[in-house]
């Protein structure tokens, strides 16, 4: 089945414990991205990866870091949370193609406390 | 700056029409996106225009007017079903995407 998977799914955790959330693809997808989700704000894109090693800055990018060693794997790097990143956050993937769909995974709700 | 509106919340009657509006205002312009989010789901894509004109598939439709910077979703024969979040999206170009903060619809029967 082809899919976005996320995890963890719920994470609870303390001012500056440094945490990562995993985001892996089974679609061959060359492009990935991640999405914080807050009331009122909608969705905001934090990094995106066109290929592997290429990584660019969406609008919210402080205090995040990701990588793309792997073409499947995306993953999300908190180095020290504070609690306004608590959110829930979106992985997405997509095609090069000209309409590229993005298929999101499931969710991270992460509270920093 | 770049900015998307679209309405916070609308309500309309099983077996109606709705339309939500979406404007926008990006410093380049690669294509505007429909996604559909249910309550503590994730968004899936329902629509994609680059070009002006509608796009329809099935109950969906999506318009675009590049010119004035304006789209609209239309939803026909509305199902209990389709109460969601509308996110209207642009990609200002080199695969960024902006997100509107949505429109809540709420179908009642």
């Known amino acids: 089945e082809a899919q976005v998977t996320q995890n963890p799914r719920y994470l609870i955790t303390v001012t500056g414990k440094k945490l990562t959330v995993t985001c892996s693809q089974n679609?061959?997808?060359?492009?990935m991205s991640w999405y914080r989700q807050d009331p009122g704000l909608g969705l905001r894109q934090i990094y995106y990866?066109?290929?592997?090693?290429?990584?660019d800055k969406g609008d919210v990018p402080e205090g995040y870091k990701v990588s793309r060693k792997e073409k499947r794997n995306f993953p999300l790097i908190l180095e020290s949370p504070s609690p306004n990143q608590t959110s829930l956050y979106f992985c997405?993937?997509?095609?090069?193609?000209?309409?590229?769909?993005?298929?999101f995974g499931p969710g991270t709700r992460l509270t920093v406390t | 700056g770049q900015n998307i509106d679209q309405p916070t919340e609308m309500t309309a009657t099983e077996g109606a029409i709705v339309q939500i509006n979406c404007t926008y205002q990006?410093?380049?312009?690669?294509?505007l996106f429909w996604y559909q989010q249910h309550a503590g789901e994730a968004p899936t894509f329902l629509s994609y225009?680059?070009?002006?004109g509608l796009e329809e598939k099935g109950r969906f439709s999506s318009f675009l007017s590049r010119s004035k910077g304006y789209s609209y979703l239309l939803l026909k024969e509305l199902q209990m079903k389709d109460s969601a979040s509308y996110l209207c999206?642009?990609?200002?170009?080199?695969?960024?995407?902006?997100f509107g903060q949505g429109t809540e619809l709420s179908v009642k029967p």
């Open positions: 999206a642009v990609s200002p170009g080199s695969r960024k995407l902006i």
């Open positions: 679609m061959n997808h060359e492009y």
């Open positions: 990866s066109m290929n592997v090693e290429v990584t």
């Open positions: 997405a993937s997509s095609s090069a193609g000209l309409t590229y769909e993005q298929y």
């Open positions: 225009n680059v070009l002006d």
């Open positions: 990006t410093s380049g312009f690669n294509g």
